[in-house]
Nanobody, 122 residues
Framework: LELVESGGGLVQPGESLRLSCTLSGFPLEIYNIGWFRHVPGKEHEAVGCINKSGSTSVYLPSIEGRFTLSRDNAKNTVYLQMNNLKPEDTTTYYC????????????????WGQGTRVTVSS
């Protein structure tokens, strides 16, 4: 299983980005996909998760109403739509896959992508 994130970049505060997480090697439909972001000196911060049925969970109050998760099994791709971005959203974002279910713990996910960098700055 391989996961590849894309869509990161440099944007100004208030702008939007859509991150993609594309799986190869196995069908997306059997996986629950979590999005995490890097926090220096700490464990990865759980952003949200979308399960095999398409139900989503958001784990950070700071992103509630701004970030949404979706999946397209036909394209083997999961999306993280990020609106009204803020400078504090600047970091590297990772997607991760697990067969069992969604979780806010990075340790429950066995397969990870390489990350995509998001920078929000004026």
């Amino acid at each position: 299983l391989e996961l590849v994130e894309s869509g990161g970049g440099l944007v100004q505060p208030g702008e939007s980005l859509r991150l993609s997480c594309t799986l190869s090697g196995f069908p997306l439909e059997i996986y629950n996909i979590g999005w995490f972001r890097h926090v220096p000196g700490k464990e990865h911060e759980a952003v949200g998760c979308i399960n095999k049925s398409g139900s989503t969970s958001v784990y950070l109050p700071s992103i509630e109403g701004r970030f949404t998760l979706s999946r397209d099994n036909a394209k083997n791709t999961v999306y993280l739509q990020m609106n009204n971005l803020k400078p504090e959203d600047t970091t590297t974002y990772y997607c991760a896959a697990d067969l069992a279910g969604c979780s806010a713990s990075q340790w429950d996910f066995g397969s990870w992508g390489q990350g995509t960098r998001v920078t929000v700055s004026s």
